[in-house]
């Protein structure tokens, strides 16, 4: 029986189509690995042509055979046809048509990740061919310091449905759809057509945000930030978060940084850091060691004091009359 081989010694049988035939020996010899390049729409129709007329060809081909056979067979082809016999007499190719191509191949500039594609949808998209659910972005009200998060999500939902290239029309009218508030009272004159759009791609339309939405002067307000930053109650690890976040748009090197994070640390941190003798200009080598170390201090602070007893608590009470 003529079958395609998949990853993880998967494999698709074939029961109707001669191994000879050209689709199935483009499913065979193609590698089936995930494709680098962007992904582009499947034609469907086409192919569903193709396939259609390759299992067509394929009946056509085993229906002539051999007129031995057909004089030896003569009793069990006045019978029914079974399964069995149908499966026997696909199985020979006939060698009149052998090395002839008299339907059209697959298409030849299928990638290997649209062949993947087919290939899931034929075995029900089970097995590692299914994807995680990826999660819808939030709306957008306008809110400055909320737009490049915005934008980050949106990033993210178009990489995980495969509209990370191209579909630049079908990103904007998404986009357009999750505005609320200020945002969508910008964008309506664009929508009802009162006003000429200034964009024709998707990153035209991120500019064209950044612009309406965005901090006027981004460099200048992230260096104002990141120069008002101390950790105060915050742990080591979500003040850094915070920082990195605020630094990188603020164009400064690596050792301005490092003298910035250092300095928004708490008093103890900074102790440890001049005792521990370390010069390091990496502002992400400063921050992991400041993790590290609070987590080891207040490991020792645990253990010099400990959680209270209760019979601690007990003792320290009012005795009883």
């Known amino acids: 029986m003529p079958v395609a081989y998949l990853p993880n010694n998967r494999i698709v049988t074939f029961g109707c189509v001669s191994t000879e035939h050209p689709t199935i020996a483009r499913l065979n010899t193609l ?18 042509e193709a396939l259609a007329a ?5 009946r056509a081909s085993s229906s002539t055979t051999d ?14 046809p ?21 339907t059209p191949p697959l298409p030849s500039n299928l990638t290997p990740d649209q062949i993947q594609q087919i290939i899931g949808a034929l075995i029900g998209g089970s097995g590692n061919t299914k994807k995680p659910k990826i999660k819808e972005p939030s709306t957008f009200h306008g809110e400055p310091d909320q737009l490049r998060g915005w934008l980050a999500q949106l990033s993210v939902y178009f990489k995980g449905i495969g509209w990370e290239f191209e579909y630049n029309n079908d990103k904007i009218v998404y986009a357009l759809s999750l505005l609320r508030g200020d945002a969508l009272k910008c964008a309506t004159p664009y929508i009802e057509r009162r006003q000429d759009v200034t964009w024709s ?12 939405f965005g901090e006027i002067d981004e460099q200048g307000s992230a260096r104002a930030k990141l120069m008002r930053m101390v950790q105060g109650s915050k742990g080591a690890t979500e003040y850094w978060n915070e920082y990195r976040l ?5 164009g400064m090197d690596d050792a301005t940084l490092t003298y910035h994070v250092m300095r928004g640390f ?20 400063v921050a992991n060691w400041a993790m590290k170390k609070e987590t080891k201090m207040a490991a ?9 007893s209760k019979e601690r608590t007990a003792s320290s009470g009012t005795p009883r009359n």
């Open 246 to 250: 605020i630094a990188s748009q603020t």
């Open 82 to 102: 079974t399964r069995r016999n149908m499966m026997a007499s696909t199985s020979t190719p006939n060698p009149d048509t052998k090395g002839k191509e008299a």
């Open 201 to 212: 791609s998707w990153d035209d339309f991120k500019n064209e945000l950044q612009g309406q």
């Open 31 to 48: 590698s089936i690995r995930r494709s680098t390049s962007p992904r582009t729409e499947i034609d469907l129709e086409g192919l569903g």
């Open 54 to 58: 390759s299992i067509q060809h394929s």
């Open 300 to 308: 020792i602070k645990h253990m010099r004091h400990g959680p209270i």
């Open 67 to 80: 007129s031995a056979e057909e004089s030896s067979d003569s009793d069990e082809t006045d019978a029914v």
């Open 266 to 285: 708490k008093a103890e941190l900074q102790d440890a850091w001049g005792m521990d003798g370390s010069d390091s200009q990496d502002p992400q080598f």
